[in-house]
């Protein structure tokens, strides 16, 4: 078989994971999303741990959550890089550690991810997770653009 057309099935069947997600048959999209992501698709080990996180068409698995949150923000994918600093600052599937949710957070806010800045920022505030610090504070809002918070 041709390169071409093993490129073409591959394409076609990212495709159909992705239209499986959307629309939301998450049994079958986390079936055919698998193969990518063990390839180190990042995007797809996204999408299988928001299925496994959440429950989404099968009973919700923790540690297969965390694996793929994990695998995909390893890569730099800034979205699972702000995921996974809600799994820490929350607990959820993991040990609940401010310090490393802050990490994940500025990982994602460095690559301008706005939510990421903003829920950084409501950290230092209030002194969730972090040590409070007003002025850091003031100056991730005014980053994030919200300049009548700073």
């Given amino acids: 078989m041709s390169t071409a057309s093993n490129d073409d099935n591959y394409e076609m069947d990212y495709r159909s994971a992705m239209a ?12 055919l999303l698998s193969p990518f992501a063990h390839d180190g698709d990042a995007n797809a080990q996204h999408l299988l741990a928001i299925i496994f996180q959440n429950g989404l068409g099968m009973v919700r698995n923790d540690v ?26 929350e607990g959820e599937c993991v040990e609940k550690n401010g310090e490393k949710a802050a990490e994940w957070f500025q990982k994602a806010a460095n690559q301008g991810l706005q939510g990421s800045l903003t829920t950084l920022a409501m950290m230092y505030e209030q002194g969730n997770g972090v040590k409070q610090d007003s002025e850091k504070a003031k100056e991730l809002y005014k980053k994030a653009g919200f300049d009548d918070l700073a």
């Fill in 20 to 31: 499986a997600f959307e629309a939301k048959h998450f049994a079958q999209a986390a079936r």
């Fill in 64 to 89: 297969n959550a965390l694996k793929w949150m994990q695998a995909s923000a390893d890569q730099g994918y800034s979205i699972a890089e702000h995921g996974l600093g809600f799994m820490y600052l």
